[in-house]
Nanobody, 122 residues
């Protein structure tokens, strides 16, 4: 069982930055891949990016490549989503999730956090 809690969301102006955190419980966290997803009002949930348990592999959606970066500190059971050059279209609820890396990249996960709101003003 893995429990995930996101934090760090908020309101930021276009061009600004935010760092989201995903704190996880569970002794086997370091073996778990973690992904970030987002859902904007009226839109389907979309994959943002994922990182493997070791941190050696990552994958990103084309819409965020070069602007977002995922990292992890297994000693702290925490995964981060650094978001730079934010755009109004990045506005969404952001969720972290955990499962096998390939399942995350395909858009699915067994364990989900409750989400954190990110709003980017123009």
């Amino acid at each position: 069982q893995v429990q995930l809690v996101e934090s760090g969301g908020g309101l930021v102006q276009a061009g600004g930055s935010l760092r989201l955190s995903c704190a996880a419980s569970g002794r086997t966290f370091s073996s778990k891949a973690v992904g970030w997803f987002r859902q904007a009002p009226g839109k389907e949930r979309e994959f943002v990016g994922a990182i493997s348990g070791s941190g050696g592999s990552s994958s990103y959606a084309d819409s965020v490549k070069g602007r977002f970066a995922i990292s992890r500190e297994n000693a702290k059971n925490t995964v981060y989503l650094q978001m730079n050059s934010l755009k109004p279209e990045d506005t969404a609820i952001y969720y972290c999730a955990s499962d096998l890396f390939w399942r995350l990249v395909r858009g699915d996960a067994e364990y989900w956090g409750q989400g954190t709101q990110v709003t980017v003003s123009s």
